[in-house]
């Protein structure tokens, strides 16, 4: 079966820590994608990152990293200087298989406080 | 942007009464979606098309249906609507790859708050 949890349904910290969003994932697949998404408080989905199950080299953008390990079937999200507009719900996704079907984590809720 | 909308944006209803809720995308993509985003589920999928008449069944379908007579429109409709169905639904579209297969990144509409009382 494919899974994804995001165990961590609310953190809550303040302007200018950093602040890690933990994601595990099961999958009998070897290959697949994970992604991850970003919900702010308007309800839109955007999207932050793609990563393929053969690349597991991690990545930054900006205050943004993402730490893949297929070892431990992991996905994290770091934030770095979290700042007042990173306050969103995010969501771990896995998609395996021909027909771009997304399995979703339940959800981290950020709260950054300034 | 993705060139998606989806409509109406917002809905109130009764039990018991139909309701069609509509993806429209204007980049000709073969492959879209419908979720829904219920809290503590984050989304899960209800049904997908990978073709104009081509559709098939996600994780939680019961109590929907969907039609796609033409590449930019999916419509989901829920025959008779209940209240475990209030929800925000999302509609999705995932770029061709070579070979027809979706192996990009899904983007999602703006959502409809769908409430059944």
């Known amino acids: 079966a494919q899974k994804v949890t995001q165990a961590q349904t609310e953190i809550s910290v303040v302007e200018k820590e950093d602040v890690t969003l933990d994601c595990v994932y099961e999958t009998r697949d070897t290959t697949y994608y994970l992604f991850w998404y970003k919900q702010p408080p308007s309800g839109e989905l955007v999207f932050l990152i793609r990563?393929?199950?053969?690349?597991?080299q991690n990545e930054i953008s900006g205050r943004y990293s993402w730490n893949f390990q297929k070892s431990t079937s992991s996905f994290n999200f770091t934030i770095t200087a979290s700042q007042v507009v990173d306050s969103a719900v995010y969501f771990c996704a896995l998609r395996s298989g021909n027909t771009g079907k997304l399995i979703f984590g339940q959800g981290t809720t950020l709260q950054v406080k300034p | 942007d993705a060139g998606i909308t989806q409509s109406p944006r917002h809905k109130v209803t009764e039990t018991g009464t139909p309701v069609t809720l509509r993806c429209h995308q204007t980049e000709n993509h073969r492959y879209m979606y419908w979720y829904r985003q219920d809290p503590g589920h984050g989304l899960r999928l209800i049904h997908y098309s990978y073709g104009v008449k081509d559709t098939d069944k996600g994780e939680v379908s019961d109590g929907y249906s969907v039609s796609r007579s033409k590449t930019e429109d999916f419509l989901l409709t829920l025959e008779s609507a209940t209240s475990s169905q209030t929800s925000v639904y999302f509609c999705?579209?995932?770029?061709?790859?070579?070979?027809?297969?979706?192996?990009?990144?899904?983007?999602f509409g703006p959502g409809t708050r769908l409430t059944v009382l």
């Open positions: 990563r393929n199950s053969f690349d597991e």
């Open positions: 999705a579209i995932s770029v061709r790859g070579s070979g027809g297969a979706p192996t990009d990144t899904q983007y």
